[in-house]
Nanobody
Framework: QVQLAESGGGSVQAGGSLKLTCVVS?????????MTWFRQAPGKEREGVAS???????TYADSVKGRFTIATDNAKSTLYLHMNNLKPEDTAMYYC???????????????????WGQGTQVTVSS
């Protein structure tokens, strides 16, 4: 059974940094061509933040471009999200997700994803 487990969330001040980690267990990491971080703030829709394909193509939401970096360590079946210059509006529950599809027209759209983690909370104070 494939499981995704996020960690690394926490509370930081604006301008700070965090690194989120998502470990994929139970096999299936190599089957997830798209690996993506989503986030959901209270009262808002879940939104895609950063996506990475097996070919190394990245997609970022405009709101995080230049501040967030997505990466994988395939040997460890792990996905990362490096977050710099954090802002209060980055406060949300962050989820990692995987999709088996080899092509997604919109990689940051949540409905295309097959596997989800339980989330890790990020809180940024001003």
């Amino acid at each position: 059974q494939v499981q995704l487990a996020e960690s690394g969330g926490g509370s930081v001040q604006a301008g700070g940094s965090l690194k989120l980690t998502c470990v994929v267990s139970g096999g299936g990491f190599s089957d997830m061509y798209y690996m993506t971080w989503f986030r959901q703030a209270p009262g808002k829709e879940r939104e895609g933040v950063a996506s990475l394909t097996g070919a190394g193509t990245t997609t970022y939401a405009d709101s995080v471009k230049g501040r967030f970096t997505i990466a994988t360590d395939n040997a460890k079946s792990t996905l990362y999200l490096h977050m710099n210059n954090l802002k209060p509006e980055d406060t949300a529950m962050y989820y990692c997700a995987g999709a088996r599809a080899l092509y997604l027209a919109t990689p940051l759209r949540r409905r295309d994803y097959d596997y989800w983690g339980q989330g890790t909370q990020v809180t940024v104070s001003s």
